[in-house]
């Protein structure tokens, strides 16, 4: 059962453009969302999180779009630089019991095109 | 600050045998959590301790896979006997409390032959 969806594998980008990845959860007691950001070779890093209290969160050129009806969250890079180049993933979690651990997507790999 | 230190980096055995790994997590982060991520997968959360106690071993398969951290500090995840589907990356992370972004240590790669 994949509560987070990431249906994109991969994405490539020209520079300088806008990169969008997208994300759709089923459970809707997730109520926490973040964007993790991983190179070859290392763990993930955290990039841009978003609570269900907003629909928008901005940090410098990331900007992460919350629509809870539908379920969906989208991660934007503006503009998009060849150090972008990575695996995304998107998680979940919630702050109820039982929906406490987060939950991570399949990743999408984006390639940032110079 | 100094980051999550894992190790091994890479670990190759055949199955049937026995692997242990290790996690230092930052310093100060009560809670600690260990990953499987199997190629083409995101991290699926294995074990989540906070200080030295078990919160969620839900996905742990508790026949070969068992994990300690006795002092809350460091942590040692074993799997014994190993299968080859045992084969991918096991992430260490560590937050200062659970619903708090984690920081992930870089992982070690297990092959099972």
């Known amino acids: 059962d994949q509560q987070v969806k990431q249906n994109s594998p991969s994405l490539s980008v020209q520079e300088g453009r806008i990169s969008i990845l997208n994300c759709d959860y089923t459970?809707?007691?997730?109520?926490?969302f973040l964007w993790y950001k991983k190179y070859p070779a290392e763990g993930p890093t955290f990039l841009i999180s978003?609570?269900?209290?907003?629909d928008k969160n901005e940090d410098g050129r990331f900007t992460v779009f919350l629509n809870k009806s539908a379920k969906h969250l989208s991660l934007h890079i503006v503009p998009s630089q060849p150090g972008d180049s990575a695996v995304y993933f998107c998680?979940?979690?919630?702050?109820?019991?039982?929906?406490?651990?987060?939950?991570f997507g399949t990743g999408t790999r984006l390639t940032i095109i110079p | 600050e100094a980051g999550v230190a894992q190790s091994p980096r890479y670990k190759i055995i055949e199955k049937r045998q026995s692997v242990a790994f290790w996690c230092n997590p930052i310093?100060?982060?009560?809670?600690l959590y260990w990953y499987q991520q199997i190629l083409g997968q995101g991290p699926k959360l294995l074990i989540q301790?906070?200080?030295?106690?078990?919160?969620?071993d839900s996905q742990l398969p508790k026949d070969r896979f068992s994990a300690e951290r006795l002092k809350g500090v460091d942590s040692t995840l074993k799997i014994q006997p190993a299968k080859l589907e045992d084969s991918a990356v096991y992430l260490c992370?560590?937050?200062?409390?659970?619903?708090?972004?984690?920081?992930f240590g870089s992982g070690t790669q297990l092959s099972v032959l």
């Open positions: 992370a560590s937050s200062l409390e659970w619903v708090e972004k984690l920081f």
């Open positions: 459970n809707s007691m997730f109520d926490y």
């Open positions: 978003i609570s269900s209290i907003k």
């Open positions: 998680a979940a979690s919630g702050t109820n019991f039982g929906n406490e651990k987060l939950t």
């Open positions: 310093s100060g982060h009560a809670t």
């Open positions: 301790f906070q200080n030295n106690g078990v919160v969620d």
